[in-house]
Nanobody
Framework: QVQLVESGGGLVQAGGSLRLSCAAS????????MGWFREAPGKEREFVAA????????SYADSVKGRFTISRDNAKNTVSLQMNSLKPEDTAVYYC??????????????????WGQGTRVTVSS
């Protein structure tokens, strides 16, 4: 069982930055690939970024590539999402998730076993 708690959301102007964090409970954090997804009003939850168990591999949605960076600290059981050059279209609730599957399917929300409650990000124009 893994419990995930996100933090760091808020209101920011376009062009600004935010850093989201996700704290995980349990002793097996390093056994999970981790991902960030987001859900905008009226839209389906979509993939943002994923990172492998050891942190050596990452993947990103095309819409955030070059602007967002995912990282993890297995000693602290945390995964982070650094978001730069934010755009109004980045406005959404952001969710952290843990997957027993490999990062090869990190884009697939159905491969994730545990989800956090989400943190809201609002980007004003």
């Amino acid at each position: 069982q893994v419990q995930l708690v996100e933090s760091g959301g808020g209101l920011v102007q376009a062009g600004g930055s935010l850093r989201l964090s996700c704290a995980a409970s349990g002793r097996t954090f390093s056994s999970y690939a981790m991902g960030w997804f987001r859900e905008a009003p009226g839209k389906e939850r979509e993939f943002v970024a994923a990172i492998s168990r050891g942190g050596g591999s990452t993947s990103y949605a095309d819409s955030v590539k070059g602007r967002f960076t995912i990282s993890r600290d297995n000693a602290k059981n945390t995964v982070s999402l650094q978001m730069n050059s934010l755009k109004p279209e980045d406005t959404a609730v952001y969710y952290c998730a843990a997957s027993r599957s490999s990062i090869a399917t990190g884009w697939d929300k159905h491969k994730y076993d545990y989800w956090g409650q989400g943190t809201r990000v609002t980007v004003s124009s």
